[in-house]
């Protein structure tokens, strides 16, 4: 789970390596406006969108110039509509022009992360099903793409390889079998959840004598989840994953599954289209 440590650490960081590949060792064409030439921008979004990154956008003008004064006129998780002001920049001008790229990238590309996820979390906003994220996402993004996710109202599978185990084929096939895997997973980092996957009904009998606390079942049929819903009766927490679409995710929640995948909200965001003028 994210903590606000771990995104303010990553905030400075992204921000700090966003600003390093775009200005160099400065920046010329701002270097062309007087030094003491102020300037006031305004920031709009040209289309509908799910707000997210205004952590991002503020660090990056921290870091560029601490004396620009940012006003926020929405916040994140806010939908908004075409031109719709978000914020508002007072300072030299050079700063507002240096910033404006690496801050519009990361507001563009996290509001397009939180916009599909709510585009998503919204099919299925009458079932019980909860709609998780992926480690399909950009890299350097990790965990700024999963706040996105949280933004649109959907919610985080693991960070990364480090917070929990999910075991798939080739780790059961390399540890000797299911039960093997779990008892390994159990002895050498006790407490941390052990999620496996399934892609058989018998092997869901297996995961559940081995004690996985969520199993994953990989393409699964309609039918087959809601056998493997009864079979597990609570024993365990049930995920469904693999092929998952618009078109097909409303009858995988119907079937009474906890958790759908979707890898589609961090890897098919498409960035909102936001423009910065000079007023």
Request: net charge negative.
């Amino acid at each position: 789970m994210l903590t606000q440590q771990d995104l303010k650490d990553t905030i400075i960081q992204s921000v700090a390596l966003a600003l390093a590949e775009d200005i160099g060792d400065g920046d010329i064409t701002a270097r062309l406006i007087p030094a003491t030439q102020s300037g006031h921008a305004r920031v709009i979004t040209r289309q509908n969108a799910v707000v997210c990154g205004t952590d991002w956008v503020n660090e990056v003008f921290r870091q560029v110039d601490p004396a620009v004064q940012l006003s926020w006129h929405v916040r994140d998780g806010q939908s908004v509509v075409g031109d719709q002001l978000l914020f508002e920049a007072r300072g030299a001008a050079r700063s507002l022009l240096t910033a404006e790229r690496a801050a519009l990238n990361f507001l563009q590309t996290l509001s397009g992360t939180a916009s599909i996820s709510r585009h998503y979390a919204d099919l299925v906003k009458d079932t019980g099903v909860r709609l998780l994220d992926t480690r399909k996402t950009l890299p350097g993004l990790r965990r700024a793409q999963k706040y996105a996710v949280s933004c649109g109202g959907c919610f985080n599978h693991r960070i990364g390889l480090y917070d929990a185990f999910l075991i798939k084929e080739n780790h059961i096939l390399a540890c000797g079998g299911i039960d093997a895997a779990i008892r390994t997973a159990r002895a050498n980092e006790p407490g941390k959840p052990v999620e496996l996957e399934v892609e058989t009904l018998a092997q869901l009998e297996e995961a559940l004598a081995a004690g996985a606390d969520i199993v994953m079942l990989d393409n699964f049929s309609l039918d087959d989840m809601r056998t493997a819903v009864k079979i597990t009766a609570g024993k365990a927490k049930l995920e469904a994953s693999g092929g998952i679409s618009e078109d097909t995710l409303y009858a995988i929640a119907e079937t009474g599954v906890d958790y759908i995948s979707i890898g589609a909200l961090t890897k098919h965001c498409q960035a909102v289209d936001l423009s910065l003028r000079l007023v």
